[in-house]
């Protein structure tokens, strides 16, 4: 029964992507396919925004890290809150700019506020590597997912292999549109999923009511509800939480799909008012939080310890079969929708930015044919990730947005001071990384600043290098500062500004 369930699920859910997505189309076929004829509206936004914030990682790592350590799970209300902070002012600029220079990826933005094709080439280069990485845990989650559907009658390495040619089928189809279409029936059998779940967790551990749940934990488990956690040894600290939820927050709206996903709303409206109401989703992760917490009182015990499955487990041994069939469904919606869009994104990026330099009379429909194609190579890269690297979607997705953070000095400064220059942002992104995966950094960073999120680290450095190599070198010239649209250009003439971005 659990099979048909996810079955039924998927198939419908592809059958109606394919279909709003044809409905929608218009503009050139890349344009479309990669930021959806920038005319998402507010709700069609919402939905492809929220997405990105509920993925494999919100459900199974969050709960799978309440599961193994308790109070560090907190970690996921406080960089949701604070990465919508940030899109509200962020977000709007990176729309604006993608308005007015016609860009479509990340990169593109790089080599014109730099005038420098070169550092477009270089930042689409660490952009697709960031993305594979962040594609890696939607591919972990997928790949527990198909186990659990088939009764464990497979190698988790053959199980992340079937979720690899699931996710390559469902991009193939899903343009930016479809997967926001794909987000939004996600969105709607999570709500359902958690509620379903949390209503029943209680009487499926013998807890009187939700709140019992955490009163029992710490009578098992004292510790459990605040910093470091379940071990006592671990460096999930207070200092630990703000330094991480920061580096989350401003490395967030730099990946490049995200910041492709700005390019596509219809206006900056849509943007804000995204920002301002869905901090609100982080509350859901209360819940999540809990889920985890109940299969901790179940005694569960995932295959080979794997924190990443703790919720699967506790779901197939404590529910009923059709209940696993529509946990596991919508789990694969989690890794579907989100990851339709980081490959995109990569395949993008990679035609336009990486190849397209070195060939530039290549046609529209060769572009698009080369970034579908480039998508199972990326799909393989990361599927052969998950089969070798054994660690919680956490860890990976400080691995994710360690590296994406070395753009974020580029992107704020970019926005903020017109001194900021190409030279600058590639002497950051050399000290940015040497600080992050040199052999000594490391154990460095322990010892100097013990508890601190190394990512944070190695940006402020990468920031700081930005600015002082930014005053000794040549400024961009004025066209080039231009594709920045800094709020000072908005105030000076906001009329012509509305014109040139067509509102």
């Known amino acids: 029964m659990k099979l048909s369930i996810v079955l039924v699920i998927l198939l419908a859910t592809v059958f109606g992507a394919i279909s709003y997505g044809r409905r929608t189309r218009r503009g050139s076929a890349l344009a479309e396919w990669a930021v959806g004829g920038r005319s998402l509206g507010t709700l069609i936004f919402w939905f492809i925004n929220a997405g990105e914030v509920y993925t494999t990682f919100a459900v199974l790592g969050i709960s799978g890290y309440a599961w193994a350590l308790g109070a560090p799970a907190y970690l996921a209300f406080c960089s949701v809150s604070l990465s919508y902070a940030v899109g509200y002012w962020l977000m709007?600029?990176?729309?604006?700019?993608?308005?007015?220079?016609?860009?479509?990826?990340?990169?593109?933005?790089?080599?014109?506020?730099?005038?420098?094709?070169?550092?477009?080439?270089?930042?689409?280069?660490?952009?697709?590597?960031?993305?594979?990485?962040?594609?890696?845990?939607?591919?972990?989650?997928?790949?527990?997912?198909?186990?659990?559907?088939?009764?464990?009658?497979?190698?988790?390495?053959?199980?992340t292999v079937v979720a690899g040619l699931l996710m390559i089928a469902f991009v193939f189809v899903a343009g930016i549109r479809s997967a926001a279409f794909a987000a939004g029936v996600k969105d709607v059998l999570?709500?359902?999923?958690?509620?379903?779940?949390?209503?029943?967790?209680?009487?499926?551990?013998?807890?009187?009511?939700?709140?019992?749940?955490?009163?029992?934990?710490?009578?098992?488990?004292?510790?459990?509800?605040?910093?470091?956690?379940?071990?006592?040894?671990?460096?999930?600290?207070?200092?630990?939480?703000?330094?991480?939820?920061?580096?989350?927050?401003?490395?967030?709206?730099?990946?490049?799909?995200?910041?492709?996903?700005?390019?596509?709303?219809?206006?900056?409206?849509?943007?804000?008012r995204n920002a301002i109401w869905q901090p609100l989703y982080s509350l859901a992760y209360f819940f999540i939080i809990l889920l985890g917490i109940g299969a901790l009182l179940a005694d569960t015990h995932p295959p080979g310890g794997n924190l990443n499955g703790a919720l699967l487990?506790?779901?197939?041994?404590?529910?009923?079969?059709?209940?696993?069939?529509?946990?596991?469904?919508?789990?694969?919606?989690?890794?579907?929708?989100?990851?339709?869009?980081?490959?995109?994104?990569?395949?993008?990026?990679?035609?336009?930015?990486?190849?397209?330099?070195?060939?530039?009379?290549?046609?529209?429909?060769?572009?698009?044919?080369?970034?579908?194609?480039?998508?199972?190579a990326f799909t393989a890269a990361a599927v052969y990730l998950s089969i070798s690297q054994k660690g919680s979607l956490v860890s990976i997705l400080f691995a994710a947005y360690s590296a994406i953070g070395m753009l974020a000095p580029a992107v704020f400064l970019g926005f903020l001071w017109r001194r900021t220059?190409?030279?600058?942002?590639?002497?950051?992104?050399?000290?940015?990384?040497?600080?992050?995966?040199?052999?000594?950094?490391?154990?460095?960073?322990?010892?100097?600043?013990?508890?601190?999120?190394?990512?944070?680290?190695?940006?402020?450095?990468?920031?700081?290098?930005?600015?002082?190599?930014?005053?000794?070198?040549?400024?961009?010239?004025?066209?080039?500062?231009?594709?920045g649209l800094l709020e000072t250009d908005l105030r000076v003439n906001p009329l012509a500004a509305d014109r040139e971005l067509g509102v």
């Open 313 to 376: 487990q506790f779901v197939s041994e404590r529910y009923p079969a059709w209940t696993v069939g529509l946990v596991a469904g919508t789990g694969s919606l989690l890794a579907l929708a989100p990851g339709a869009l980081l490959l995109l994104t990569a395949g993008s990026i990679f035609t336009r930015n990486i190849v397209q330099p070195f060939k530039p009379d290549l046609s529209e429909r060769a572009s698009l044919i080369l970034s579908r194609g480039s998508l199972v």
């Open 190 to 272: 999570m709500i359902v999923v958690v509620i379903l779940l949390s209503a029943t967790v209680a009487s499926k551990v013998g807890a009187a009511s939700l709140l019992d749940l955490f009163g029992m934990a710490q009578a098992r488990h004292p510790g459990i509800g605040k910093f470091p956690g379940l071990d006592p040894t671990s460096p999930t600290t207070a200092i630990w939480l703000m330094t991480s939820a920061i580096n989350l927050a401003l490395g967030n709206w730099v990946f490049p799909h995200l910041f492709q996903m700005s390019y596509s709303a219809h206006s900056a409206t849509a943007i804000r």
């Open 92 to 159: 709007p600029k990176i729309w604006r700019a993608g308005r007015l220079g016609k860009l479509v990826t990340q990169a593109d933005y790089f080599a014109a506020r730099y005038d420098a094709r070169w550092l477009g080439v270089l930042t689409g280069v660490i952009g697709v590597a960031s993305l594979v990485v962040y594609v890696e845990i939607q591919m972990v989650g997928l790949g527990l997912i198909v186990q659990l559907a088939l009764g464990g009658v497979i190698s988790t390495a053959m199980a």
């Open 421 to 483: 220059s190409a030279l600058g942002v590639l002497a950051g992104l050399i000290t940015g990384f040497t600080a992050l995966l040199a052999p000594f950094a490391a154990h460095y960073w322990a010892t100097v600043l013990p508890e601190w999120e190394p990512g944070l680290i190695a940006m402020a450095i990468n920031a700081l290098t930005v600015v002082l190599v930014s005053l000794a070198t040549p400024a961009p010239s004025r066209i080039a500062v231009s594709h």
